[in-house]
C-alpha cells in the first residue's frame, strides 16, 4: 500500500513524479523520471528530488531490504532516523538538519509511520519509533483515524499507514483510542456496502455531501490495515506467502452479520479480485489523461489479495507484475522496488528472480551499497543500532579478512554507485 499520494499530487504540480510517496492522486507509471538533484545525502535511496518523498522512500527501501535478508547500509539507516523532529514526527525530507523543526515543518502521518515501520523492522531505534508513535496518537482524529497532514479530516490510506506502525511497534491497534474510537472504526466508516458500486471497497474519503466512492488504493490499503498489518503484509499474519498457489475463485462482498474489520477486509479484497479479473492490473489517471495501467497500486493490491486469501488469489495480477513493471520500476527508483518486493514477499515469490529481473539487486543499487551479512546471522534478524560504529562488525573475523573484506566492499559500492540509475520518487496513498 503504498500509501500514499498527496505528495504525489504537490510533485506533480511541480512536475516531479511522485510515484510511491504518501497519499491521494493516482500516478502511472508513464511518467517520465525527473532530473537528478543536484546535491543529495549521501545516505539516500534515488536520485530524484527528495523534497516531497525523501523518508517515504527511504523507509519503503530499508524496509523490503529488511524483509528478503538485507542488512541496509548504516549511513541510510541513520539518515533515516535523522530525520525525525523533536516531537517525534517526520517531514518528507529536511535538507538542513541544523535548524530545529518548527511550525512550519510540514510534517505528516504518512512519513512518520512509514519511517516507524523500516526502523521497527531494522531494530535498535526504540527512541525514535516510541517518540514517533507519541506523536501519532497525539494527533489521532476524534473518529479514530488519521488524516495526511495533524488535524486533516481521517482518510483510509493514512490510517492504514499508522495501523501499520503500531503493529510494527506492538501496539494493538484497536487498543489506541480517541473519544472511544480506534483505527479500525474510522475504517469501518469508509467502507462501501456490498450493494451499488464500489461494493466492498474502501473511499478514501467521503466527498464534500458525506457520499463514498470506491477507490483503489485506499482498498488496499484498507484491507492490509483490517488485519492488522503494514506495508511487508503476508498472509494472514504469517512469515511469508504460499509460493504461487493455485488461483483461486473471487469471494464475494456479503453484508451479513455485524460490521468487523475482518469482514471489511474480505469484502475489500473481493473488490480488488473483481478489479483485477479482466485485465490483471488497476488503473489510474491524473485529470484530463487517458486511464492507464497503474503499477503501484496493482502492487499493493497483490499484497492485500495475498495477505486476506493467499498467494493464490493474487495470481494474475502478480503475473501481470511479473511481464509489465520493470521499466516503470527502472523509471520510478527505490519506492517502486521496493512495492514490487513486498508483492514478492506476500506471494511466496522469489524477489531475485522476478519476471527474469532481480528485484534486490535493482533496489539496493539505487542507494549506497548495503552492509555484507554476518556470518552465522539468519536473513533479516540483524538489529541496526542508533551509532554507525555499531554496525562494523567485521572485526570478529580479524585483521587480515578486516582488509580484505573492506577492499571488496569499496569496490563494489563504487561500482554500485556508477551504475545507479534515476528514479521518480514513489509514493501510495492513492
Same mark, same amino acid.
Given at each position: ?10 510533485? #506533480?504540480?511541480? #512536475? ?56 541496509? #547500509? ?15 514526527? =517526520?517531514?518528507? =525530507? ?31 531505534? @526504540? ?31 493514512? *490510517? ?5 506502525? !503500531? ?15 480506534? /483505527? ?17 471497497? =474502501? ?15 485506499? *482498498? ?51 473488490? !480488488?479480485?473483481?478489479?483485477?479479473? %479482466? @485485465? ?17 497500486? *496493482? ?14 488469489? #493474487? ?26 518486493? =513486498? ?7 522469489? /524477489? ?8 534486490? %539487486? ?10 555484507? /551479512? ?9 538489529? %541496526? ?37 534515476? @528514479? ?7
Amino acid at each position: 500500500m503504498n500509501i500514499r499520494r498527496s505528495a504525489a499530487a504537490l510533485a #506533480a504540480v511541480a #512536475a516531479v513524479a511522485v510515484i510511491g510517496a504518501p497519499a491521494q492522486a493516482a500516478v502511472t507509471g508513464s511518467s517520465p523520471a525527473p532530473s537528478a538533484s543536484p546535491a543529495l545525502p549521501p545516505g539516500l535511496y534515488g536520485s530524484s528530488d527528495p523534497k516531497y518523498d525523501g523518508v517515504w522512500r527511504q523507509s519503503l527501501a530499508l524496509l523490503a531490504q529488511h524483509t528478503v535478508g538485507v542488512r541496509p #547500509a548504516a549511513q541510510a539507516v541513520d539518515w533515516l532516523a535523522g530525520q525525525q523532529c523533536a516531537s517525534g514526527a =517526520f517531514a518528507p =525530507f529536511r535538507a538542513d538538519l541544523s535548524r530545529a523543526c518548527d511550525a512550519r515543518t510540514a510534517v505528516d502521518s504518512n512519513s512518520t509511520a512509514a519511517a516507524v515501520q523500516a526502523l521497527a523492522a531494522l531494530g535498535g531505534h @526504540d527512541a525514535v519509533t516510541g517518540k514517533a508513535v507519541s506523536w501519532l496518537k497525539s494527533v489521532q482524529n476524534k473518529d479514530g483515524g488519521w488524516g495526511y497532514t495533524p488535524g486533516g479530516p481521517s482518510d483510509a490510506n493514512s *490510517t492504514s499507514v499508522v495501523v501499520g506502525a !503500531l503493529a510494527a511497534v506492538g501496539d494493538r491497534p484497536a487498543s489506541v483510542v480517541k473519544d472511544g474510537k480506534s /483505527p479500525y472504526d474510522a475504517l469501518l466508516k469508509l467502507a462501501l456496502p456490498c450493494s451499488g458500486d464500489g461494493a466492498g471497497a =474502501f473511499a478514501y474519503q467521503p466527498d464534500q455531501h458525506g457520499k463514498l466512492a470506491a477507490n483503489a488504493d485506499a *482498498t488496499a490499503a484498507g484491507v492490509v490495515a483490517a488485519l492488522g498489518q503494514g506495508l511487508a503484509a503476508t498472509p494472514q499474519g504469517k512469515t511469508g506467502g504460499t509460493p504461487r498457489g493455485k488461483a483461486g475463485s473471487a469471494a464475494r462482498c456479503t453484508g451479513s452479520g455485524a460490521a468487523t474489520p475482518a469482514r471489511a477486509a474480505a469484502n475489500g479484497a473481493a473488490y !480488488l479480485a473483481h478489479a483485477v479479473a %479482466e @485485465d490483471g492490473h488497476l488503473t489510474s489517471a491524473l485529470p484530463g489523461a487517458t486511464a492507464q495501467p497503474d503499477y503501484g497500486n *496493482t502492487a499493493d493490491a497483490v499484497v492485500a489479495l495475498a495477505a486476506q486469501g493467499g498467494a493464490g488469489q #493474487a495470481r494474475k495480477p502478480l503475473e501481470w507484475l511479473e511481464k509489465n513493471a520493470g521499466k516503470w520500476a527502472a523509471q520510478s527508483g527505490p519506492a517502486a522496488y521496493a512495492q514490487l518486493v =513486498f508483492a514478492a514477499h506476500a506471494t511466496g515469490t522469489d /524477489p531475485r528472480a522476478f519476471g527474469g529481473l532481480d528485484l534486490v %539487486e535493482a533496489l539496493n543499487a539505487t542507494g549506497p551499497a548495503p552492509q555484507a /551479512p554476518v556470518t552465522g546471522s539468519t536473513s533479516g534478524d540483524a538489529t %541496526e543500532k542508533g551509532d554507525s560504529s555499531s554496525h562494523t562488525v567485521w572485526w570478529i573475523a580479524g585483521g587480515a579478512c578486516l582488509v580484505v573484506v573492506l577492499g571488496a566492499v569499496a569496490w563494489a559500492a563504487g561500482r554500485r554507485k556508477s551504475g545507479a540509475g534515476g @528514479d521518480s520518487a514513489e509514493r501510495q496513498q492513492p
